[in-house]
């Protein structure tokens, strides 16, 4: 029997002697390609051979997943990367207590507009079909400002939850632009696999949301892929694996062998040869239900931008192992609550910096794996060179005040706080 230590040292999760740990879990998923490693554990076998079993459960949305968890419907769920951050804020309907002590790797997301959108971005802009996403976010802004001079209705953008990397990174892309996400367009939430279809129905003139469904947009010819997560931030984490403190507490050795099953797991998706196998596995219907092809290019980087052939290939575009990509890290989640605070979503205080990287528990994860303690990562001068922003801002983690006041598009209700709550 082991025991989990908090962040400050002290033990949070004491060993409890006689009891008897769960070795069945309920794990909730959304069908999407970054829940691999998850799917991986339970159907390649690492989680039994650390004594577990995996009883997979798949759902249709990220309020679901966080309700399901809260309730103990699920054990463990597959999260987006905010969602502990907020829970340790007291954000959303339903708050509550979530940590998380592994994180499912980088990559997977990207932006689409229409069609129509992006055809008109062209003949605004003279963008072309290999411009970056930055150029792509400010023909956009050429593009809502042409709108808004004629009189046309606002441009109506899909993500999936309003705490999400999705919409920090939409936010992002849009703001970097020069436009507004509360006044220039109605961003609204849609769940990952109807986010196609809503964009061919009309319903949405785009959307940021995680692999596949840009991609399957794309090959229907309803969308034009115009950035990846990884021209925003590469470094960003994208799901995580959120657990109740309570349930890690009573069960600190599953815990222990749960991450050790997905670190396994997390290195056999990020190998090359196990493509084809981890294609046909998600491709299947009780996952996530689409065309084997396009999950297999979707894992090689390879995307088709339209119906037309235009490719592009992004390296890297998941990570699910390399680079300490499973690590949860307090920088990390610090960056989420920057764009919280941003966003007006919450306040500035030195206590709810506090609150939201205790969230990321690295201490958990290196514990488990038998890692030493993790470095100082509280600093802007432990980016790495190529962790770069696409507007060239640098993220200060022991100054988010600055950084907030540093971006020229925020909320108005933020600034207020920021320079309110020092």
């Known amino acids: 029997m082991t025991t989990i230590k908090s962040n400050d040292g002290g033990l949070a999760f004491p060993a409890r002697i006689g009891e008897p740990e769960q070795k069945t879990l309920r794990a909730g998923f959304i069908p ?31 309020a679901n997943v966080r309700d399901r968890l809260a309730f103990r419907q699920f054990d463990i769920a597959h999260m987006l990367s905010p969602m502990p951050v907020a829970s340790a804020l007291g954000l959303g309907s339903n708050p509550s207590p979530t940590m998380t002590p592994f994180s499912l790797g980088r990559g997977g ?40 001079a004629s009189g046309e209705a606002q441009l109506t953008l899909g993500m999936t939850y309003p705490f999400s990397s999705h919409n920090y990174e939409f936010r992002y892309w849009l703001a970097a632009g020069g436009i507004d996400p509360d006044l220039d367009v109605k961003l609204v939430v849609v769940p990952p696999p109807m986010t196609s279809d809503a964009l061919a129905a009309g319903v949405i003139d785009g959307f940021c949301v995680g692999a596949p469904w840009n991609m399957i947009a794309s090959e229907r010819g309803v969308g034009r892929i115009v950035a990846a ?18 349930w890690a507490e009573r069960n600190s050795d599953t815990v222990r062998r749960l991450i050790v099953a997905l670190d396994a797991a997390a290195c056999w998706c990020d190998q090359v040869e196990n493509r084809t196998q981890l294609a ?36 890297d575009y998941f990570l699910f192992h390399r680079q300490a990509a499973n690590e949860p890290s307090a920088r990390q989640a610090l960056w989420i609550y920057s764009q919280m605070v941003r966003w007006g979503q919450t306040t500035l205080s030195p206590g709810s910096a506090k609150a939201a990287a205790s969230a990321f528990r690295s201490d958990i994860y290196r514990e488990a794996l038998g890692l030493a303690a993790a470095p100082d990562d509280l600093s802007p001068a432990g980016m790495a060179p190529d962790d770069a922003f696409m507007d060239g801002m640098i993220f200060d983690p022991t100054d988010i005040k600055g950084y907030v006041e540093g971006f020229a598009v925020r909320s108005h209700h933020a600034a207020l706080r920021a320079s309110d709550e020092a």
């Open 280 to 315: 046909e596995l998600l491709s299947q219907d009780r996952y996530i239900a689409a065309p084997v092809d396009i999950i297999r290019q979707v894992l090689e980087g390879e995307f088709s931008l339209d119906a037309k052939g235009t490719k592009r290939v992004v390296k």
């Open 109 to 148: 997301n990207a932006i689409t507009l229409s069609v129509r959108v992006f055809e008109r971005m062209q003949q605004v802009s003279g963008i072309t079909d290999h411009s970056g996403a930055l150029e792509n976010a400010r023909a956009l802004a050429a593009v809502i400002a042409g709108r808004r």
């Open 229 to 246: 997560k990884q021209d925003i931030w590469p470094s960003a984490p994208e799901k995580v694996i959120g657990i109740r403190p309570d």
């Open 32 to 62: 999407l390609m970054d829940a691999s490693v998850l799917l991986a554990a339970a159907e390649i076998g690492f989680a039994a051979r650390e004594g577990l079993s995996l009883d997979l459960v798949r759902d249709v949305s990220w």
